[in-house]
């Protein structure tokens, strides 16, 4: 459904027209000043009736500022009759179409018709545009190994399934926002808007509304009607992140939501259907939730069948490398520096770090790296706050000195584990703790040199 304001100080010539362009199946709102004017067109509409004799302001001047508010939206002027040089000077301020009083109600809904189709194609047009400029391609998320070859392949089979709900799941900074984004632009919804909201972001009630739009008067600051994401995102997707945090009573509100495809505003008492996917995100345990009864387990059914698990970048060793390459590539063209890559002692190191801040961290390490290194291979020196975490973890790194004659890093390596696990009588958490490594790769490690066995 479109939304037309008619903007007319005589009431009845108003309401002549919204009776008529209701029963065309518009969705109508009005006002009787250029003030009320501007306020609802704040609140998001298609397509504006203006009459160019308003109390407080004239029409050309409202026309300016409402394409300024928002230069997609079109406007049809309503002239007296004979007022040549008026519409001339509105046509020349932008205004697409103009219908003359006494009205045609007939002419003026064609013309209604005619200019939201010109409007549905030109915002059509212009996300298509941007979606082509928009790097949001299944290729833009880099990685080959295994788990990230399976997370690929299922965006793959979701994109092409535009009506299914996806539930991404991952430690923070392993990539939910960018695999919601690939999904949506990959798929047949990619020329409609991708909208999204952080559930953790807003108190309850603000959520709701912003989520489910609100009647006017549906509590004390609600002016105006307004339309809520869902309905702003019609043919495209809701990404909603941090779901884990979202309240019980929205919880039920969005599950009925996705099971029936209706909603109703805040304060209103008709369903509104929309078609949006909605794609949700957490970095939080659900099931633990769940358990716990804070989140609601028919929802977390529903959420749970198409769920996409991003793996944290310390047990993807393989991309690591692969990653750091990317971004290297991409901010030395945006930066203009010649890097080109690491050297093997910097691969090594980053292969061995942790990455608690996952692909976000390794994003940010690389960046700086290129922003201050002067040669074309960077060093283990150039990522200096892989170091100092380093040496906050593990404490003086700077007491190993290396040996004229050099080392076996394999062997020292080795010998570092053993020392470890037998420090720690065998507990592998400790050990990992004690070489500033996550259980994960001790275990690696210790299947590596074989060491399992021993302990
Ligand atoms: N596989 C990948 N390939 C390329 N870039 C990636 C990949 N994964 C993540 N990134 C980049 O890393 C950064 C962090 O990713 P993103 O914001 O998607 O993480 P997130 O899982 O949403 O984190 P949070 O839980 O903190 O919101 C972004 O710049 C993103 O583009
Ligand atoms: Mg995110």
Redesign the pocket.
Known sequence: MRRVLVVDDEELIRWSLAERLRADGHEIAEAGTAAAALEQADTGVDLVLLDYKLPDDDGISVLKKLRELDPDVLVIMLTAHKQVELVVEAMKAGAFDYATKPFDLDDVSLRVTRALETTRLRRELRTLRESLSRPYSLG????ESEP?QRVKGLVRKVATSPGSTVLIT??????????AKVIHYSSSRAARPFLNITCSALPETLLESELFGHERGAFTDARQQKRGLLEQADDGTVFL?EIGEMTPALQAKLLRFLEEKTFRRVGGSADVRVDVRVVA?T?RNLEDHVRQQKFRDDLYYRLNVLRLE?PPLRVRENDVAL?AQ?FIESFAKEFKRSVQGLSHAAEVGLKAYGWPG???EM?NLVERAVLLSESETLEPADFESLHTAHIHTTGTTSGFELPAEGVNLEDVERSLVTQALERASGNQTRAATLLGLHRDQIRYRIEKFGLGKKV
Do not use: C, F, H, Q
């Not at 991952?170 to 695999?179: A, N, P, R």
């Open positions: 833009s998320i880099i990685g990230m991952g430690e923070s900074g392993t990539g939910k926002d960018l695999v992140d995100a970095n991003l990653l990317y996952n692909v976000r994003r």
